[in-house]
Every structure is written in structure tokens, then in C-alpha cells.
Nanobody, 123 residues
Framework: QVQLVESGGGSVQAGGSLRLSCVAS????????MAWFRQAPGKEREGVAS???????VYADSVKGRFTISKDNTKNILYLQMNSLKPQDTAMYYC?????????????????WGRGTHVTVSS
């Protein structure tokens, strides 16, 4: 069992930056793939970025070059650095974790989810 708690959301103007954090607790000794998802109003939840236990990453095309996923294994914290934010990045952002060694970015592949943190980008 893993518990995930996100923070760092807020309101920012277009072009600005935010850094989201996700603190993991519980059984953090195993290998996990961890990811960020987002869901905008009226839209389905979509994968944003993912990182596996070896540090390999994958990004959605819409955020490549603007967002960076990273993790601090000593503190069990997952980060999402978001730069050059756009109004279309406005959404609830969720942290997710899945045991194992695969690099995943499909919602159906993840077992553990946080409650989310909201990001609003104004034009």
C-alpha cells in the first residue's frame, strides 16, 4: 500500500511556472513507476509524465520541453516542474504510482492515486 499526497498547485499567469510535489508514504521500498496525470473540466484524465525506478522518463507531447518530472528517492517525493504554462494546462493534477519496473503512462495501469492539486493558468 502506498499513500500519495500532492501539493504545489495554484494560480499563475500564462508563461509562468509552478512546481508540484507528491509525497509518497507506506510501502516505498519496492520499485515503482510514478506519474503525473491531469484532468481538465469536461475532459478525460490524461497522462502528463512518468518516471520509473531507474529514472527513465516519458512525456505527453503537449508538455515536452516545458515540464520536467523528477523524484527524490531519499525523501520519497515526486516532482513536476512546469514552465511556460499555458491556459490549456489548467486542470486538476494527480500523482499516481504502480509497483514494478515498467515505464507506464496509461491511467488504467496505475493502482495508487492521490487526491490531486489544482492548477489554474490565466491568459
Amino acid at each position: 500500500q502506498v499513500q500519495l499526497v500532492e501539493s504545489g498547485g495554484g494560480s499563475v499567469q500564462a508563461g509562468g511556472s509552478l512546481r508540484l510535489s507528491c509525497v509518497a508514504s507506506g510501502d516505498t521500498s519496492s520499485r515503482y513507476c510514478m506519474a503525473w496525470f491531469r484532468q481538465a473540466p469536461g475532459k478525460e484524465r490524461e497522462g502528463v509524465a512518468s518516471i520509473d525506478s531507474d529514472g527513465n522518463t516519458v512525456y505527453a507531447d503537449s508538455v515536452k520541453g516545458r515540464f520536467t518530472i523528477s523524484k527524490d528517492n531519499t525523501k520519497n517525493i515526486l516532482y513536476l516542474q512546469m514552465n511556460s504554462l499555458k491556459p490549456q494546462d489548467t486542470a486538476m493534477y494527480y500523482c499516481a504510482a504502480e509497483p514494478g519496473g515498467w515505464l507506464l503512462l496509461d491511467e488504467s495501469d496505475f493502482t495508487y492515486w492521490g487526491r490531486g492539486t489544482h492548477v489554474t493558468v490565466s491568459s
